[in-house]
């Protein structure tokens, strides 16, 4: 970064540029060498607020809080109200374990930007650790025990009473003291269960410092092996002491006798749960079904679906007014997981009985869904038609362009599958109307390429063309490279068949060409001998409406023109005769 002859040189580069340096070393977990970058950015803008955080971030990655701590002040010293200056700072003071004053900064970010995630897991975490470390007056029980009616009685019977308890506990404490050897032992226990995996590294570092060799010599950066030993240590050291205030050995003792607790509950059917309050426990269970169906666990989905069918099935309406609305989405539920397991028929059934639930009770929504539901069922069965029928009676209840564009879609999609092609590029056109009013860039690329493949099948090429270089710059646009790669093979495809539709038509009219002339380099009694095919070449070009003569009446009519010219008479011969004899 200087330069090793100039005594007094500065950087080589500007501000930004070792900024951006620091950036990316920071991002490949290169801390030292950001650090450097960073320092020298501050040299030539000292008061540089970003420089100034990102410098704090790289020291708390390098485990230096207090250096952490001194750049996030000064970044804070212009402006109280910085952002991410005041995050730096309560991840500073968090790091060094004062966790009450990491709560005041994370509580003032919040209060100034509350969108910002980031202060309120802050604030968890330091209250939480302020939990672990002093405790909750919730965890606190207080008990009476024995007989408590000598509070009543005089202060001199209650001092008579007291003295002989406060001269036993001193024999305890002597016998303590002569108990502190297996200290150590019990200290490193409780130290190899906060480092966990680290505990290992520190065993080997505390074993070099015992080899005298090695600690003599020095790495090929000029820094002595035994300094970074002992920064080693040093550094899991006050990792150690931070984690003992974060989470001590008695919170996580009681942790996992909570989570332990907790899974042995979890064990137990919610039934209590679900007669207390079964909204919250239909709400809590759909949730779950839904997530597990988006995580790709359908089987999983499928059984709380069934389980959860099952309970509410067995309340009444008073336990569940909208119990129709309920067990219609349950249906739905189940027919989805079945649907992802490839259960296309058992899926059938159950949308269709969500859709019978909602004609019963005219549960309008229930009824968009159900249609929805089963027009998927049927397209994944290949029963396109039936999933057309559905969908276009769905297409009046959807209520926003998003909904519409993607009904449009699937139905010229169908219509694709059904070679119905004019009816596909028109439900393309519209799908791509009503994403461009969505403004959703992902739905208008797919509805671009719907209507391309569309001209395609219709014989237009060229539209072809032009509506796959749209589609694939959308594509580009979006960065979906494995569009952006289907749609070139496409467009390659179209262009190769207009490339081979002109190539076609050209060697018909090079090949009636070639005929001409080969025609007017033979001898004449050689053309009157075939004027029968040269008279159906005529009738094939359609240059000629008169009906076709046999080869003897051409003969004659030949030879009378030949006598004429011989004669000096002027011939007016028919047009059939006359191109012929040209020839």
Same mark, same amino acid.
């Given at each position: 970064?200087?330069? /090793?002859?100039?005594?007094?040189?500065?950087? +080589?580069?500007?501000?930004?540029?070792?900024?951006?340096?620091?950036?990316?070393?920071?991002?490949?977990?290169?801390?030292r060498k950001a650090l450097e970058s960073y320092s020298t950015a501050l040299e030539m803008q000292s008061e540089d607020k970003t420089c100034l955080v990102a410098r704090a971030k790289c020291y708390l990655a390098l485990g230096d809080s207090d250096a952490a701590l001194r750049d996030a002040e000064a970044a804070l010293k212009d402006d109280k109200?910085?952002?991410?200056?005041?995050?730096?700072?309560?991840?500073?003071?968090?790091?060094?374990?004062?966790?009450?004053?990491?709560?005041?900064?994370?509580?003032?970010?919040?209060?100034?930007?509350?969108?910002?995630?980031?202060?309120?897991?802050?604030?968890? +975490?330091?209250?939480?650790?302020?939990?672990?470390?002093? #405790?909750?007056?919730?965890?606190?029980?207080?008990?009476?025990?024995?007989?408590?009616?000598?509070?009543?009685?005089?202060?001199?019977?209650?001092?008579?009473?007291?003295?002989?308890?406060?001269?036993?506990?001193?024999?305890?404490?002597?016998?303590?003291?002569?108990?502190?050897?297996?200290?150590?032992?019990?200290?490193?226990?409780?130290?190899?269960?906060?480092?966990?995996?680290?505990?290992?590294?520190?065993? $080997?570092?505390?074993?070099?410092?015992?080899?005298?060799?090695?600690?003599?010599?020095?790495?090929?950066?000029?820094?002595?092996?035994?300094?970074?030993?002992?920064?080693?240590?040093?550094?899991?050291?006050?990792?150690?002491?931070?984690?003992?205030?974060?989470?001590?050995?008695?919170?996580?003792?009681?942790?996992?006798?909570?989570?332990?607790?907790?899974?042995?509950?979890?064990?137990?059917?919610?039934?209590?749960?679900?007669?207390?309050?079964?909204?919250?426990?239909?709400?809590?269970?759909?949730?779950?079904?839904?997530?597990?169906?988006?995580?790709?666990?359908?089987?999983?989905?499928?059984? !709380?679906?069934?389980?959860?069918?099952?309970?509410?099935?067995?309340?009444?309406?008073?336990?569940?007014?909208?119990?129709?609305?309920?067990? #219609?989405?349950?249906?739905?539920?189940?027919?989805?997981?079945?649907?992802?397991?490839?259960?296309?028929?058992?899926?059938?059934?159950?949308?269709?009985?969500?859709?019978?639930?909602?004609?019963?009770?005219?549960?309008?929504?229930?009824?968009?869904?159900?249609?929805?539901?089963?027009?998927?069922?049927?397209?994944?069965?290949?029963?396109?038609?039936?999933?057309?029928?559905?969908?276009?009676?769905?297409?009046?209840?959807?209520?926003?362009?998003?909904?519409?564009?993607?009904?449009?879609?699937?139905?010229?999609?169908?219509?694709?599958?059904?070679?119905?092609?004019?009816?596909?590029?028109? $439900?393309?056109?519209?799908?791509?109307?009503?994403?461009?009013?969505?403004?959703?860039?992902?739905?208008?690329?797919?509805?671009?390429?719907?209507?391309?493949?569309?001209?395609?099948?219709?014989?237009?090429?060229?539209?072809?063309?032009?509506?796959?270089?749209?589609?694939?710059?959308?594509?580009?646009?979006?960065?979906?490279?494995?569009?952006?790669?289907?749609?070139?093979?496409?467009?390659?495809?179209?262009?190769?068949?207009?490339?081979?539709?002109?190539?076609?038509?050209?060697?018909?009219?090079?090949?009636? !060409?070639?005929? /001409?002339?080969?025609?007017?380099?033979?001898?004449?009694?050689?053309?009157?001998?075939?004027?029968?095919?040269?008279?159906?070449?005529?009738?094939?070009?359609?240059?000629?409406?008169?009906?076709?003569?046999?080869?003897?009446?051409?003969?004659?009519?030949?030879?009378?023109?030949?006598?004429?010219?011989?004669?000096?008479?002027?011939?007016?011969?028919?047009?059939?005769?006359?191109?012929?004899?040209?020839?």
């Amino acid at each position: 970064m200087y330069d /090793e002859e100039g005594e007094e040189e500065g950087p +080589k580069s500007s501000f930004v540029t070792y900024l951006s340096e620091g950036d990316k070393l920071f991002d490949n977990g290169e801390y030292r060498k950001a650090l450097e970058s960073y320092s020298t950015a501050l040299e030539m803008q000292s008061e540089d607020k970003t420089c100034l955080v990102a410098r704090a971030k790289c020291y708390l990655a390098l485990g230096d809080s207090d250096a952490a701590l001194r750049d996030a002040e000064a970044a804070l010293k212009d402006d109280k109200e910085y952002i991410k200056g005041l995050l730096m700072k309560a991840e500073a003071l968090y790091s060094k374990g004062d966790f009450e004053h990491s709560l005041v900064f994370y509580h003032r970010g919040h209060k100034l930007r509350p969108e910002v995630d980031e202060f309120r897991l802050g604030i968890q +975490k330091a209250q939480e650790a302020i939990n672990n470390s002093v #405790g909750t007056p919730s965890s606190v029980k207080l008990e009476n025990k024995g007989d408590t009616s000598f509070l009543n009685k005089h202060e001199d019977n209650k001092k008579a009473a007291r003295r002989p308890a406060y001269q036993k506990p001193q024999k305890q404490t002597t016998q303590k003291s002569n108990k502190q050897a297996p200290k150590a032992k019990e200290n490193q226990k409780t130290i190899k269960q906060l480092l966990g995996e680290l505990y290992a590294d520190k065993e $080997y570092l505390e074993k070099l410092l015992k080899d005298e060799d090695l600690i003599k010599g020095s790495s090929q950066t000029g820094m002595a092996i035994y300094e970074l030993v002992t920064d080693g240590i040093q550094y899991l050291d006050t990792r150690t002491e931070f984690w003992r205030q974060q989470k001590p050995m008695y919170a996580r003792k009681r942790d996992k006798v909570v989570a332990r607790q907790g899974f042995q509950r979890q064990k137990k059917p919610r039934v209590r749960e679900a007669a207390a309050d079964p909204a919250n426990y239909i709400l809590k269970n759909l949730e779950e079904i839904d997530q597990s169906l988006a995580e790709g666990r359908a089987e999983e989905s499928l059984k !709380q679906a069934e389980k959860t069918l099952k309970t509410v099935e067995s309340w009444s309406e008073d336990d569940v007014p909208n119990k129709p609305d309920v067990v #219609g989405n349950l249906h739905s539920c189940i027919g989805n997981a079945l649907l992802e397991l490839g259960k296309m028929g058992d899926a059938l059934q159950h949308h269709q009985k969500d859709m019978d639930l909602a004609e019963k009770h005219n549960l309008e929504d229930a009824r968009s869904r159900a249609l929805d539901n089963l027009g998927r069922v049927y397209a994944r069965m290949g029963k396109f038609e039936k999933a057309i029928e559905n969908w276009e009676h769905k297409l009046p209840m959807a209520k926003t362009p998003l909904e519409k564009t993607w009904l449009y879609h699937e139905i010229g999609r169908c219509n694709l599958e059904l070679n119905e092609n004019d009816k596909a590029h028109d $439900y393309g056109e519209r799908s791509f109307a009503e994403a461009q009013e969505a403004d959703d860039e992902v739905w208008q690329l797919n509805a671009s390429v719907l209507i391309a493949q569309a001209e395609v099948r219709q014989g237009q090429l060229e539209a072809a063309v032009q509506s796959f270089d749209r589609s694939l710059e959308m594509a580009k646009a979006q960065g979906d490279s494995a569009a952006e790669i289907a749609i070139k093979r496409a467009l390659d495809d179209v262009n190769n068949r207009i490339a081979k539709k002109e190539k076609d038509s050209r060697p018909s009219s090079a090949k009636e !060409q070639k005929t /001409e002339e080969e025609d007017k380099q033979e001898p004449e009694p050689a053309a009157e001998t075939n004027y029968e095919e040269d008279f159906d070449k005529e009738d094939d070009t359609k240059e000629e409406e008169q009906p076709k003569e046999d080869a003897e009446e051409a003969q004659e009519k030949v030879e009378e023109q030949q006598e004429q010219k011989e004669g000096g008479e002027s011939p007016v011969p028919e047009f059939e005769v006359q191109e012929k004899a040209d020839e």
